[in-house]
């Protein structure tokens, strides 16, 4: 039988529609001619063996397969089992072919029998080998080579299988792992090839992905694109490993945070069991519970797991704050409320250490709108008195930078505004850039920012039209590719599908500094404002598609001088009327109580104000508020905010559903007129008319 690479040079002449020269065939597989005349000759003896004409070889004519059309079928099929790769490899699939052969292996194996398989040179081996020993040692493990044996991979078996996980990360793409999952995985006949195909070609795609979304129920989480490809990589080795060698015994246990996360990993390891049909041995399961730890530690992650209600509020007051001096409601900004949310739960998450941004887009982003940068440093105390973090320069241009993007939002609608979803990979600074620079040189309508692995879900429930512009390949025809920063080829290749804006605030700076080169000027912010005001710059509100106040105090929520004697009587009675109506079980309440034994006061966000909540979205069924206004006021403890008169007990599924109701509720408690109205009335109906008034603010 012949080798690999006959194999493949026969397959090529008996497809190839022309004949080849030897110089064709020798630059295809990176090897001399003369290697190649021997595999010809090799070719030759099999077709002669096997009662077929041999090559036609000449040199003016090239090299092609003597036989007919039925004679070819036939070859064909007797390579039909042969394993040859239809196709050269790229070095990156390569590198993957390498990297399955030593995890699939305790015996060495050498250069040229790596050669063969591949169908390339020993030099061009030695390069693909090159490129990845530069990746280790990585911790125990390595490649060992020995001389005249060849090489294989050595060191514990957790530094083993993060390594190879580690070395995925560097090489490959989301939108590549979801593709391989979207086109079914491991089928022989399947037209599109995957690099992921070269390492894990005995791994069952749609499995892992089945295995990741348990994970995200149970962790009530949606992860982002590097989380997905950490769990991707890593659950796909493990499997790989079992496959090929079975049990591996040994592992420390597993140190979970908490009894929850404990039974989370006992869920998820179960869950791969299942999913997958292999069983988890004592040292698969701490690997499991290493992945676990892994992902909750994650700072993205902070803002899917961690319910900072009290933090939100806060935050709400430091938009406000920034808006009123700006003289723009921010508060209604869907996008603008997102990414403070998402950063202060990250800031918190992170204890303090601060996320690392690129300063080159930061000081293009402020220099086209200098004036923001003060004024978000002069609100910003109330945001670091809140949260209790004092926040370095970086974290600041990087907060203002939302605010410029957010300004570039306030703009008359007009009638052929064009709606946008921009997609990226997981980064969220050049999304950012990518936002700003649209709204500064199109009328558009950014209906939000998503991750890839987000796109597929995200647009089954998008009914009208919608433009989709990627920094990033999509799988999909409908959609625009550019650079976060719009290169010109960008702008003209965009100017065929949205309509164009009048100024943007590059063009602005330039008439300024314009201005100031050839006049004198008096008063620069009076200018700038003006010309702003020529340029039509002024707000706009967005529509929003959360739940409103309204929408979470229902009638049956709302209790009117209930009598009790201390604090404990009040949460209790108010998380029941949650319970009682479905909202919640009984365990929240207990969440809630645990929480408040520690550390009450801060449930206390204004004067006489309390919004007791757990920090988990756990035995949650709805988002829903409930209202106990108190006979006698009690105290939590709060020597600022003391004695409490109404507690509002919250529940929410998810960190994010709830901000348009919570941005509500904040007004709603900021305001005495309002906060006399709720302690004058004597009906349910009317503070429910009240809170439908706020809702429609």
Same mark, same amino acid.
């Given at each position: 039988?012949?080798?690999?690479?006959?194999?493949?040079?026969?397959? #090529?002449?008996?497809?190839? $529609?022309?004949?080849?020269?030897?110089?064709?065939?020798?630059?295809?597989?990176?090897?001399?001619?003369?290697?190649?005349?021997?595999?010809?000759?090799?070719?030759?003896?099999?077709?002669?063996?096997?009662?077929?004409?041999?090559?036609?070889?000449?040199?003016?004519?090239?090299?092609?397969?003597?036989?007919?059309?039925?004679?070819?079928?036939?070859?064909?099929?007797?390579?039909?089992?042969?394993?040859?790769?239809?196709?050269?490899?790229?070095?990156?699939?390569?590198?993957?072919?390498?990297?399955?052969?030593?995890?699939?292996?305790?015996?060495? =194996?050498?250069?040229?029998?790596?050669?063969?398989?591949?169908?390339?040179?020993?030099?061009?081996?030695?390069?693909?080998?090159?490129?990845? $020993?530069?990746?280790?040692?990585?911790?125990?493990?390595?490649?060992?080579?020995?001389a005249h044996y060849g090489m294989k991979l050595k060191g514990k078996e957790e530094d083993i299988r993060d390594s190879v996980v580690d070395?995925?990360?560097?090489? !490959?793409?989301?939108?590549?792992?979801?593709?391989?999952?979207?086109?079914?995985?491991?089928?022989?006949?399947? $037209?599109?090839?995957?690099?992921?195909?070269?390492?894990?070609?005995?791994?069952?795609?749609?499995? !892992?992905?089945?295995?990741?979304?348990?994970?995200?129920?149970? +962790?009530?989480?949606?992860?982002?694109?590097?989380?997905?490809?950490?769990?991707?990589?890593?659950?796909?080795?493990?499997?790989?490993?079992?496959?090929?060698?079975?049990?591996?015994?040994?592992?420390?246990?597993?140190?979970?945070?908490?009894?929850?996360?404990?039974?989370?990993?006992?869920?998820?390891?179960?869950?791969?069991?299942? +999913?997958?049909? &292999?069983?988890?041995?004592?040292?698969?399961?701490?690997?499991?519970?290493?992945?676990?730890?892994?992902?909750?530690?994650?700072?993205?992650?902070?803002?899917?797991?961690?319910?900072?209600?009290?933090?939100?509020?806060?935050?709400?007051?430091?938009?406000?704050?920034?808006?009123?001096?700006?003289?723009?409601?921010? @508060?209604?900004?869907?996008? &603008?409320?997102?990414?403070?949310?998402?950063?202060?739960? @990250?800031?918190?998450?992170?204890?303090?250490?601060?996320?690392?941004?690129?300063?080159?887009?930061?000081?293009?982003?402020?220099?086209?709108?200098?004036? =923001?940068?003060?004024?978000?440093?002069?609100?910003?105390?109330?945001?670091?008195?809140?949260?209790?973090?004092?926040?370095?320069?970086?974290?600041?241009?990087?907060?203002?930078?939302?605010?410029?993007?957010?300004?570039?939002?306030?703009?008359?609608?007009?009638?052929?505004?064009?709606?946008?979803?921009?997609?990226?990979?997981?980064?969220?600074?050049?999304?950012?850039?990518?936002?700003?620079?649209?709204?500064?040189?199109?009328?558009?309508?950014?209906?939000?920012?998503?991750?890839?692995?987000?796109?597929?879900?995200?647009?089954?429930?998008?009914?009208?039209?919608?433009?989709?512009?990627?920094?990033?390949?999509?799988?999909?025809?409908?959609?625009?590719?550019?650079?976060? @920063?719009?290169?010109?080829?960008?702008?003209?290749?965009?100017?065929?599908? &949205?309509?164009?804006?009048?100024?943007?605030?590059?063009?602005?700076?330039?008439?300024?500094?314009?201005?100031?080169?050839?006049?004198?000027?008096?008063?620069?912010?009076?200018?700038?404002?003006?010309?702003?005001?020529?340029?039509?710059?002024?707000?706009?509100?967005?529509?929003?598609?959360?739940?409103?106040?309204?929408?979470?105090?229902?009638?049956?929520?709302?209790?009117?001088?209930?009598?009790?004697?201390?604090? #404990?009587?009040?949460?209790?009675?108010?998380?029941?009327?949650?319970?009682?109506?479905?909202?919640?079980?009984?365990?929240?309440?207990?969440?809630?109580?645990?929480?408040?034994?520690?550390?009450?006061?801060? !449930?206390?966000?204004?004067?006489?104000?309390?919004?007791?909540?757990?920090?988990?979205?756990?035995?949650?069924?709805?988002?829903?508020?409930?209202? &106990?206004?108190?006979?006698?006021?009690?105290?939590?403890?709060? $020597?600022?905010?003391?004695?409490?008169?109404?507690?509002? !007990?919250?529940?929410?599924?998810?960190?994010?559903?709830?901000?348009?109701?919570?941005?509500?509720?904040?007004?709603?408690?900021?305001?005495?007129?309002?906060?006399?109205?709720?302690?004058?009335?004597?009906?349910?109906?009317?503070?429910?008319?009240?809170?439908?008034?706020?809702?429609?603010?």
């Open positions: 039988m012949l080798k690999n690479r006959g194999i493949y040079i026969l397959k #090529r002449l008996l497809e190839g $529609k022309t004949a080849f020269s030897l110089t064709d065939l020798a630059d295809e597989l990176s090897i001399s001619s003369r290697a190649v005349r021997y595999e010809l000759d090799e070719i030759d003896y099999f077709l002669k063996c096997n009662g077929f004409p041999c090559l036609i070889r000449k040199n003016k004519s090239g090299i092609g397969f003597a036989g007919n059309k039925a004679e070819r079928c036939q070859v064909l099929k007797l390579l039909e089992e042969s394993g040859a790769y239809g196709r050269i490899l790229s070095q990156e699939e390569r590198m993957f072919t390498i990297f399955y052969r030593l995890l699939t292996t305790d015996e060495y =194996i050498t250069t040229q029998k790596l050669a063969d398989e591949l169908f390339v040179s020993r030099s061009t081996v030695m390069n693909d080998l090159n490129k990845i $020993k530069r990746h280790y040692p990585f911790e125990s493990a390595e490649i060992q080579t020995v070395f995925m990360q560097k090489y !490959v793409k989301i939108e590549e792992v979801l593709r391989s999952i979207k086109n079914g995985s491991n089928k022989k006949n399947r $037209k599109e090839v995957s690099s992921l195909d070269y390492i894990f070609k005995d791994i069952h795609y749609a499995s !892992v992905d089945s295995c990741i979304k348990k994970i995200e129920c149970r +962790t009530n989480r949606i992860f982002p694109d590097h989380i997905y490809l950490y769990l991707f990589s890593s659950i796909s080795v493990m499997l790989l490993r079992i496959k090929e060698y079975g049990r591996y015994e040994g592992g420390a246990p597993v140190e979970a945070e908490d009894q929850k996360n404990r039974e989370i990993l006992k869920m998820i390891i179960c869950d791969i069991e299942t +999913t997958s049909g &292999l069983f988890l041995s004592s040292f698969d399961k701490y690997y499991a519970g290493k992945m676990l730890n892994s992902i909750l530690c994650d700072g993205n992650l902070a803002y899917k797991n961690i319910n900072y209600i009290d933090k939100q509020v806060v935050m709400l007051d430091f938009i406000d704050s920034v808006g009123k001096s700006l003289e723009v409601d921010f @508060t209604k900004d869907k996008i &603008l409320i997102d990414m403070l949310n998402t950063d202060i739960c @990250t800031i918190l998450n992170k204890d303090r250490h601060p996320l690392e941004f690129n300063e080159d887009v930061h000081s293009y982003v402020l220099k086209l709108c200098p004036d =923001i940068l003060p004024v978000v440093r002069a609100s910003l105390p109330v945001l670091e008195k809140g949260i209790g973090i004092c926040l370095n320069e970086n974290w600041l241009n990087h907060i203002a930078s939302i605010f410029v993007e957010a300004l570039q939002r306030y703009r008359p609608l007009v009638a052929d505004k064009k709606e946008v979803l921009i997609v990226c990979a997981s980064g969220q600074i050049t999304s950012r850039l990518l936002n700003y620079r649209l709204n500064a040189i199109f009328e558009v309508n950014v209906v939000d920012i998503i991750p890839y692995n987000q796109l597929e879900e995200y647009t089954k429930h998008i009914e009208e039209e919608i433009l989709i512009i990627s920094t990033i390949p999509l799988d999909t025809k409908s959609y625009i590719k550019v650079s976060p @920063t719009l290169t010109p080829e960008d702008i003209r290749l965009l100017k065929q599908y &949205l309509p164009t804006r009048v100024i943007d605030y590059n063009l602005l700076a330039k008439i300024m500094d314009a201005v100031t080169d050839n006049c004198q000027i008096t008063n620069y912010k009076a200018l700038y404002d003006s010309l702003l005001d020529i340029f039509g710059f002024k707000e706009y509100h967005r529509n929003f598609e959360r739940p409103l106040l309204e929408d979470i105090i229902r009638p049956e929520n709302i209790v009117i001088g209930y009598d009790c004697d201390n604090w #404990r009587e009040a949460v209790e009675a108010s998380g029941s009327i949650l319970m009682k109506n479905g909202y919640i079980k009984k365990e929240y309440i207990e969440d809630i109580m645990d929480t408040l034994e520690e550390k009450r006061e801060y !449930v206390v966000i204004a004067k006489g104000i309390a919004l007791p909540h757990a920090r988990s979205f756990n035995h949650v069924n709805r988002i829903g508020m409930s209202i &106990l206004r108190l006979k006698e006021p009690v105290r939590f403890g709060n $020597k600022f905010n003391d004695p409490v008169e109404f507690i509002f !007990v919250f529940c929410t599924t998810d960190n994010t559903s709830h901000l348009e109701a919570l941005r509500q509720f904040n007004i709603m408690i900021s305001d005495e007129e309002i906060l006399n109205e709720l302690r004058k009335a004597t009906k349910k109906e009317q503070i429910t008319e009240l809170i439908k008034r706020i809702s429609r603010l």
